[in-house]
């Protein structure tokens, strides 16, 4: 079997782990991947918006399979691109993208499907919304509706602040034409959750549900990142409030998209806040997350290969199985200083040898590549992704640290708390 991978990061070399885990023999081909794919998977120098490029490889190379990491190939449509040329891909069509790439959309989605959401805005015009802002009370958030990389939402804790943020993006452009269109909307207080459903656009099944740590600093201070690290399982998801979340969320949202003639086939991730106990959107993305693919996967027992093959060929996912070993992961994403501004790259990086032999750690590349002399070197500002794995989420924490504390590159960054709200918890029951 010939699969191709489209990406770089962690999230990618967690998906190749997983397929090449599944079908050992499998001919995998990353584009472009990465300084820790190139152990399990084949380098084709092509980038993911090299759509047409991308379509020609997997034509020419036979490929039966194409799973695409990141956002911008999907809403730029390249599930499209290759359907057209009848090439099996697993992912959303450009027109199911638009859940992530229009903030605005996916709102008005939540509206029409009664989704619970944040009360909110949506402005074209920068007075409007200033007027609106000056309306509502402190604090406020302020999104971008296009697609930016992950730094397009900014809580602000004044007012003045929020107006801002707005002016920054639609009369400054700071995201370019992703900030033309804003959302502005409540802040809500409670814990963030990830859940991440594999559908078919009709049933939808959850994977294990997982917690992202976006600031830079420990005890979660500082600007946001694209993630410092992610632990699964989390205790607050329990059975009953993944119900809920599919109930009141996932299935009216798929059920609004088919009737928009957008059925959304892929993984949609549902980025969630519970307050008091209930669920609440505050994003939806069209692909896996990075770094919560890190800590889910590892933990998946039964085949995510079926699925994604099923949802290609656009079959039902009906009597899938889906089963997650009762352990925990938890990723520790190692870092350049100076993420996420700027960093410095070709650093050098040392991974101890005994680590590679640990059963309950897996190292994970992102910003990494080997130099010309095959060394292996830092090449981003998200570097390695660390995951432990253990009975519970303190003993995987403290197996992913140790590897963290281990592993040596210079200028080497790290959260050493991921995980430290499952662990309070652990710690209490
Ligand atoms: P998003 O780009 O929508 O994923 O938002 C990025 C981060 O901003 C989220 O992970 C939250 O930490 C925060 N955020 C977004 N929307 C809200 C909201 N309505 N209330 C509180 N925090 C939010
Ligand atoms: N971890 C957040 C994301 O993948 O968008």
């Keep these: 079997m010939r699969i191709l991978v489209v990406g770089s990061g962690g999230r990618e070399h967690t998906l190749i782990w997983q397929l090449k885990r599944e079908v050992p023999d499998a001919q995998i081909y990353a584009a472009p991947g990465n300084g820790g794919t190139k152990a399990l998977a084949e380098s084709v120098p092509l980038k993911p918006d090299e759509i047409d490029e991308l379509a020609d490889f997997a034509d020419s190379r036979e490929i039966d399979l194409t799973v695409v990491g990141p956002e911008a190939p999907l809403v730029d449509g390249i599930v499209d691109v290759f359907a057209e040329r009848g090439l099996k891909i697993f992912g959303p069509s450009k027109a199911a993208a638009e859940i992530e790439g229009s903030k605005a959309f996916a709102k008005a989605l939540t509206q029409k499907a009664g989704v619970p959401t944040a009360e909110h805005q949506t402005f074209d015009d920068f007075e409007d919304a200033e007027r609106y802002i ?19 939402s900014i809580v602000c804790q004044t007012i003045d602040e929020a107006v801002e943020a707005t002016r920054s993006m639609m009369v400054d452009e700071r995201f370019g034409a992703a900030g033309s269109t804003v959302v502005v909307e409540d802040c809500l207080v409670g814990e963030e959750l990830s859940l991440l459903y594999i559908t078919d656009g009709e049933i939808a099944f959850p994977l294990i549900p997982s917690q992202d740590h976006k600031p830079i600093g420990e005890a979660d201070t500082g600007p946001n990142t694209g993630g410092m690290g992610a632990y699964a399982p989390v205790s607050i998801a329990d059975e009953a409030l993944v119900g809920r979340v599919s109930d ?53 027992e039964s085949s995510l290969l079926e699925s994604f093959e099923r949802v290609a060929r656009g079959e039902s996912l009906k009597g899938t199985d889906y089963r997650f070993s009762r352990r925990a992961a938890v990723c520790t994403v190692l870092a350049s200083r100076g993420y996420p501004g700027s960093y410095e790259k070709g650093k050098v990086i040392t991974i101890p040898e005994p680590l590679a032999d640990d059963p309950d750690l897996i190292v994970l590349h992102a910003g990494t590549r080997r130099d010309p002399e095959g060394k292996l070197v ?16 303190t003993a995987a924490a403290a197996k992913s640290k140790e590897a963290a504390s281990a592993i040596k590159f210079a200028g080497k960054y790290y959260r050493g708390d991921i995980g430290y709200r499952e662990i309070e918890r652990e710690g209490s029951r």
Aim: net charge neutral.
């Design 134 to 152: 000056r309306d509502r009370s402190a604090p406020i958030v302020v999104k971008a509706s296009g697609l930016a990389a992950g730094k397009g």
């Design 248 to 300: 009141t969320i996932v299935m009216p949202t798929l059920a609004a998209m088919k009737a928009q003639d957008r059925t959304f086939r892929g993984v949609l991730y549902v980025g969630l806040m519970i307050v008091e106990g209930e669920p609440y959107v505050i994003e939806f993305n069209c692909r896996f997350g990075d770094p919560e693919t890190q800590a889910i996967l590892p933990l998946m």
């Design 378 to 393: 830092t090449d981003g500002g998200r570097v390695l992704g660390v995951v432990g794995l253990g009975d519970n989420v």
